[in-house]
């Protein structure tokens, strides 16, 4: 049986086949709309772990489906997460992404925002083309799932924006898990899953037990990926480490770690976070990152994302996997890694 | 027969009224998720023309349908001038829209960058309700119309920005045409004339001449709108004048002036038009501005936008319509307006 590294870097490159030589257009006669099509094939082009399309057609060939005719749909995921990450580092002011500048580093905010909104598009226009091989009614039902997870994903970093927006500390974990699901677990885990069966055609069974496993993993996942955002590799990473204290965000470490400091303690750390970007001083920093390091914050969270995944595991094994068997078994290696990995 | 301006206002109207009452969600049980949803109901609330659902609800019972079979449709194309409206608004530095402070002025720019994707999003979700009444092909078939759209839309927009942030000048009429094309004429005219004549099964010979008609006419109708965006009457026009030359915009009037004016004047020109929005000075503005007055340019673009109108009511006339006379008939008042309003 193929290991889970190899069979998400063998699927992700033929999404990225797919996208590049396929949905996404390459050239213009128009001069000016070259500079646009390289920027709609800028965040494709760059490495990334391609968890999405895989937890796609693994569900799918774990629920009685074939790879080929779930594909496109993959490659489609990927595309979201694509023009979401263009706004999204506009949106928290992102230096960095997998490893390079920002796109809208490279060619201001304005060409960036509408680059975006440009791949937002195309990746509606390339959910149409499922109909020549699923037809009418799949199209539409795997589309109907698409609008949910954009949706979700949308009110999600309006939460997120918004709590750093109004200040907002009076916060505990269910703001955090309510906040994570929608902003991270849909897209991340939940609908690739949910769109891999419906492609195999699956029961309302199965659609629900890989939404609760997606929705209690995804949250898992970010807890993780806050906590590299904290301690982590920089170069394995990809993304510039402390970014979510300069941005402010609450996560499940930081609003753990208010509970468990002194009132004067918490003052200055809400005092730092509340300041603007570009106002935190190397200090602030390093006080809020010391403080972090002395409490159990980081292992406290990680406990938390190991009780979900496991919760998450109980989900997918209640399913009767009508498929194969060894697309169930990478599923459940998928989750020990989104909450063990380094990068 | 019912005059132009009542039409308008009465499909206005109901396409408002479906898209406030049903296709937008009101409030929601997580307190800060209400703040976006009042966002993505805060420019569908402010007053507007309603020109794109006149325009597919009319050539929709032009081509023999009725009005409640592309009323639907008719609003998803008054949401997509919401969330793209939203993302120009940041795009461009705009402070003002119908007359209001622009959404990323009263927000912020990363929630309303944010909110316009939930928009857009919603946009397509809406779309799915067509299965009902259409079924599952028109479904499709509208989807794809919207797909070509943003497109269309987004190139247009990118080259616009990308000339002012490239500095180019060595621009034609030919240029202005093709951006105007893209940024104006598919979303404004084509489309929503496209979009009516396939809701009522249209022959592709009746869809080829709407798409004539409106890409002369969405020329046509930018032409107009540069011109009052110069000696406009602020009040009626509801944005704010002179912003395209704080923006540096490439229009029909100002790349005929730079071509009438003498090579000291034209290189002062270009000088002040490279400036960003910020460092123009209000002398800055006087020169531009007196220059434009002291030549033809704007007379030159009206006599232009007019012969493209007379073009585009030719393509009109070529269609024998199969349904309502009266709404063809309201089709070639819509032409005119489009080059003779003040709003």
């Not at 490279?106 to 791949?119: E, H």
């Not at 990152?289 to 914050?297: F, G, H, K």
Request: overall charge negative; proline content about 3%; aromatic content about 6%.
């Amino acid at each position: 049986m193929p290991d889970l590294q190899s069979e998400m870097k063998r699927v992700k490159s033929r999404v990225d086949e797919l996208i590049l030589s396929e949905l996404l257009p390459e050239s213009s006669p128009v001069r000016e709309v070259d500079l646009l099509y390289n920027m709609m094939r800028d965040y494709p082009a760059r490495p990334a772990k391609g968890m999405r399309p895989f937890l796609c057609v693994t569900t799918c060939r774990a629920a009685g489906g074939t790879e080929e005719s779930a594909l496109l749909t993959a490659a489609c995921i990927e595309l979201f997460q694509h023009w979401i990450l263009i706004h999204d580092d506009i949106e928290d002011g992102s230096e960095l992404r997998r490893g390079e500048p920002s796109l809208h580093r490279k060619y201001g905010d304005a060409l960036a925002l509408n680059a975006g909104d440009a791949l937002h598009a195309r990746m509606w226009g390339a959910l149409l083309l499922n109909q020549k091989t699923l037809g009418a009614d799949a199209t539409l039902r795997i589309m109907g799932e698409f609008s949910r997870m954009v949706n979700e994903t949308t009110e999600g970093q309006h939460m997120e924006l918004g709590w750093v927006r109004s200040r907002r500390w009076d916060l505990g974990e269910k703001d955090y898990f309510e906040m994570c699901t929608k902003k991270t677990s849909w897209y991340t885990v939940a609908t690739p899953c949910r769109l891999g069966a419906t492609v195999a055609g699956a029961s309302s069974e199965v659609l629900d037990a890989v939404q609760n496993f997606g929705v209690k993993l995804g949250v898992a996942f970010q807890i993780q990926d806050d906590a590299l955002n904290l301690v982590g590799d920089q170069k394995k990473y990809g993304k510039a480490t402390s970014d979510d204290i300069l941005e402010g965000k609450r996560t499940l470490i930081l609003l753990h770690l208010l509970e468990t400091v002194t009132p004067t303690e918490r003052s200055k750390l809400t005092e730092i976070m509340n300041k603007d970007r570009g106002s935190k001083s190397s200090d602030d920093l390093s006080y809020v990152l010391s403080l972090i390091e002395s409490s159990d914050a980081v292992g406290y969270a990680r406990k938390i994302a190991t009780g979900l995944m496991n919760e998450a595991l109980g989900s997918l094994r209640s399913v009767q996997w009508p498929g194969d068997k060894g697309a169930a078994s990478l599923l459940e290696s998928f989750a020990r890694f989104a909450v063990e990995r380094e990068w």
